[in-house]
Nanobody
Framework: QVQLVESGGGLVQTGESLRLSCAASGNIFSPNVMGWYRQAPGQQRELVATISSRGSTNYADSVKGRFTISGDNAKNTVYLRLSSLKPEDTAVYYC?????????WGQGTQVTVSS
C-alpha cells in the first residue's frame, strides 16, 4: 500500500517563502512522477509542478520562476519551494504519485498567504 505524507504548510505573508515536503512509502516503482497540485475554495484542483524519477520537471505558468520542485529518489520524497508567495497561492496543496497507471494522493496541507 502506497502512502503519501505532506508537511510544511502554514500561514505566511505576501512575498514570503515556504517549503513543502512529501514522503512516499510502500511499494513504489520507477519510472514514476511525483508532483504537487492545489485546490482553492470553490475551485478545481490544478497542477502546480511535477518531477519525474528521471529528473524532468514541469510547472504551471502561474508559478514558473517562483516555485521550485525537487526530489530525492532514494527517500521517495519530493519538495516544493514556494517563493514570492501571493494571496492567490492560498490553497490546499496535495502531493501526487503516479506510476504503472495508478495515482496516489496525500491528505493535503494548507498554505495561506495573507496580504
Amino acid at each position: 500500500q502506497v502512502q503519501l505524507v505532506e508537511s510544511g504548510g502554514g500561514l505566511v505573508q505576501t512575498g514570503e517563502s515556504l517549503r513543502l515536503s512529501c514522503a512516499a512509502s510502500g511499494n513504489i516503482f520507477s519510472p514514476n512522477v511525483m508532483g504537487w497540485y492545489r485546490q482553492a475554495p470553490g475551485q478545481q484542483r490544478e497542477l502546480v509542478a511535477t518531477i519525474s524519477s528521471r529528473g524532468s520537471t514541469n510547472y504551471a505558468d502561474s508559478v514558473k520562476g517562483r516555485f521550485t520542485i525537487s526530489g530525492d529518489n532514494a527517500k521517495n520524497t519530493v519538495y516544493l519551494r514556494l517563493s514570492s508567495l501571493k494571496p492567490e497561492d492560498t490553497a490546499v496543496y496535495y502531493c501526487n504519485l503516479l506510476f504503472w497507471g495508478k495515482s496516489y494522493w496525500g491528505q493535503g496541507t494548507q498554505v495561506t498567504v495573507s496580504s
